[in-house]
T-cell receptor, first 111, second 112 residues
Framework: DQQVKQNSPSLSVQEGRISILNCDYT??????FLWYKKYPAEGPTFLIS?????DKNEDGRFTVFLNKSAKHLSLHIVPSQPGDSAVYFC??????????FGTGTSLTVIP | DAMVIQNPRYQVTQFGKPVTLSCSQT?????MYWYQQKSSQAPKLLFH???????NEADTPDNFQSRRPNTSFCFLDIRSPGLGDAAMYLC???????????FGAGSRLTVL
């Protein structure tokens, strides 16, 4: 049973505009959420994270929003750049030991 | 640079022929994970080691085994690969107390 879901397999955005990637989860016990970025033929690399005690975390062009009541988080990238084109995975953990991933969203930033 | 290295990057095997994938890390992380990722699917946790303690996911097939001879190395053994085991196998590490996994580049397994 998929505990972390990314319902949009792909997203295309014009360079300079905002990219919004969404993620839903089912387990209310998750207390930490992460976004990973993956280029072809490479392993996922950590991008940004948020603890369940916060509702927003920002790092440069990347912001993650957490809505615990809706069990939803989103990643905002602004402005989007062609180098941001990659697959983005949402992940969640409980007690920090087991991490559960979504199926990923493939972002294409069009120059 | 401290990192997680997986070998081989690409492995082709025949149906039923055992395969071993390796993972080494220079991060001195005490927690190591093996994930299986099939095309367009989420990475699926197979098992993890917390120090020497082995933790198997309930739905990991018996066909999959793992060894961790020391802190730096972890192996994934697939005893009798089937066509359904063709996937990317990802190794990840974490220091206890930290909430971020560091991944290797993965080993892509093809089963003929």
């Amino acid at each position: 049973d998929q505990q972390v879901k990314q319902n949009s397999p792909s997203l295309s955005v014009q360079e300079g505009r905002i990219s919004i990637l969404n993620c839903d989860y089912t387990n209310s016990m998750f207390d930490y959420f992460l976004w990973y970025k993956k280029y072809p033929a490479e392993g996922p690399t950590f991008l940004i994270s948020i603890s369940s005690i916060k509702d927003k975390n920002e790092d440069g062009r990347f912001t993650v929003f957490l809505n615990k009541s809706a069990k939803h988080l989103s990643l905002h990238i602004v402005p989007s750049q062609p180098g941001d084109s990659a697959v983005y995975f949402c992940a969640a953990s409980r007690t920090g030991n087991q991490f559960y991933f979504g199926t990923g969203t493939s972002l294409t930033v069009i120059p | 640079d401290a990192m997680v290295i997986q070998n081989p990057r690409y492995q082709v095997t025949q149906f039923g022929k055992p395969v071993t994938l390796s993972c080494s890390q220079t991060l001195n992380h005490n927690v190591m994970y093996w994930y299986q990722q099939k095309s367009s699917q989420a990475p699926k946790l197979l098992f993890h080691y917390y120090d020497k303690d082995f933790n198997n996911e309930a739905d990991t097939p018996d066909n999959f085994q793992s060894r961790r001879p020391n802190t730096s190395f972890c192996f994934l053994d697939i005893r009798s690969p089937g066509l359904g085991d063709a996937a990317m196998y990802l190794c990840a590490t974490r220091m206890s107390g930290a909430n971020v996994l560091t991944f290797g580049a993965g080993s892509r397994l093809t089963v003929l």
